[in-house]
């Protein structure tokens, strides 16, 4: 069965530091991944996907970018961190298919101080 | 208006009870339809895929209406474990999930 890991499970950083979170995919081969943040209070919303190696997609223009180095691995850094950058962040896979569900790691809780 | 609305809540209710939540989206060709069950400070996790013809697992039932563009969660016997926030996403194009803000449910003894 396919399981998603990301670490760390919680974080807490200054303003104008690096952050970089981890996310791997156990289990299943070349799925789509996705990095989303949730605000408190608020809906999901996507920052990035990938339906490949090196290949990423941005949806929303902000200081965050992303990388996929191996097909089961996805990356979110920042070189320097803003408070609004603080939030609930979500790893995701899907496998193509008919209705492309997503399945979601446990997160990562970031605290911008 | 939103890409996907959905009513807050929160929605108290007693054990026992049959409760139904709706979600209303904009984008006509939304292609696939999603119910998440989100427990406090935890990930989503899938509840059940929404087909167009409407599906059932064990208490819960999803529905479709394609016309009015809204979806819907019917939930009976609630549980007190049924208590979480209800997520409703909705898929425009292959990779382009859309996710309510979710509806508060708390199911009390």
Not at chain 2, 10 to 18: I, K, L, M, Q, S
Request: neutral net charge; glycine residues 8%; proline residues 5%.
């Amino acid at each position: 069965s396919q399981t998603i890991h990301q670490w760390p499970a919680t974080l807490v950083q200054p303003v104008g530091s690096p952050l970089s979170l981890e996310c791997t995919v156990e289990g299943t081969s070349n799925p789509n991944l996705y990095w989303y943040r949730q605000a408190a209070g608020r809906g999901l919303q996507l920052l990035f996907y990938s339906v490949g190696i090196g290949q990423i997609s941005s949806e929303v223009p902000q200081n965050l970018s992303a990388s996929r180095p191996q097909d089961r691995q996805f990356i979110l850094s920042s070189k320097k961190l803003l408070l609004s950058d603080s939030g609930f962040y979500l790893c995701a896979w899907s496998d193509i298919g008919d209705f492309y569900e997503q399945y979601f790691g446990p997160g990562t809780r970031l605290t911008v101080t | 208006r939103k890409e996907v609305e959905q009513d807050p809540g929160p929605f108290n209710v007693p054990e026992g009870a049959t409760v139904a939540f709706n979600c209303t989206y904009s984008n006509s060709a939304s292609q696939s339809f999603f119910w998440y069950r989100q427990d406090c400070r935890k990930e989503p996790k899938l509840l059940m895929s929404v087909y167009s013809s409407g599906n059932e697992d064990g208490r819960f039932t999803a529905q479709l209406n394609r016309a009015s563009q809204y979806i819907s969660l019917l939930i009976r016997d609630s549980k007190l474990s049924d208590s979480a926030t209800y997520l409703c996403v909705v898929n425009l194009n292959n990779n382009d999930m859309r996710f309510g803000a979710g509806t508060r449910l708390t199911v009390k003894p």
